[in-house]
């Protein structure tokens, strides 16, 4: 029975869907307000039309790649999941990407911005680029 709780534990420690302020603080937390000048509006869009905040979220692309966590992060370019062919840019498992301990899915991200920009997400294309983003922090008090 303590086994059985345990586990259970680990199974609810391990992922983690984000209300939006709580995931906003988060991102300013770990310094991501400004990095390489993109808005922390720019980063709460982003994850809400990539993953609606939820860590273990994944979508097997066309390619064979598989797009992994609250940012969906790609297989083939960032991560290894030992089925995309990839380059690994981040040097991770794309399993550590889809847990509540986010520092490692965020160190990847700001390889990513560096890399390719933030136009590299479609979603960030398709919903945040050039529109209103202040209802993604309103109410955050940030
Ligand atoms: C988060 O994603 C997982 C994996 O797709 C899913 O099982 C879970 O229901 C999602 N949680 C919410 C609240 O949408
Ligand atoms: C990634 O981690 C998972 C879960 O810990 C493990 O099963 C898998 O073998 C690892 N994959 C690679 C490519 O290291």
């Not at 770990?30 to 980063?43: C, E, N, P, T, V």
């Not at 520092?103 to 911005?113: H, P, R, S």
Request: aromatic share 10%.
């Amino acid at each position: 029975m303590r086994c059985l709780v345990f586990l259970l534990f680990v199974a609810l420690a391990n992922a983690k869907v984000y209300q939006r302020c709580e995931w906003a603080r988060v991102l300013k937390d770990h310094g991501m307000d400004k990095y390489l000048g993109i808005s922390l509006a720019d980063w709460v869009c982003l994850s809400q039309w990539e993953s609606s905040y939820n860590t273990s979220a994944t979508h097997h692309n066309t390619d064979g790649s598989t797009d992994y966590g609250i940012f969906q992060i790609n297989s083939r370019w960032w991560c290894t999941d030992g089925l995309t062919p990839t380059q690994n840019a981040c040097n991770i498992n794309c399993s550590e990407l889809l847990t509540d301990n986010v520092q490692v899915a965020i160190d990847c991200a700001k390889l990513i911005i560096m890399d390719s920009g933030i136009s590299a997400w479609v979603a960030w294309r398709d919903h945040c680029k050039g529109h209103d983003l202040s209802p993604y922090l309103a109410g955050c008090g940030l």
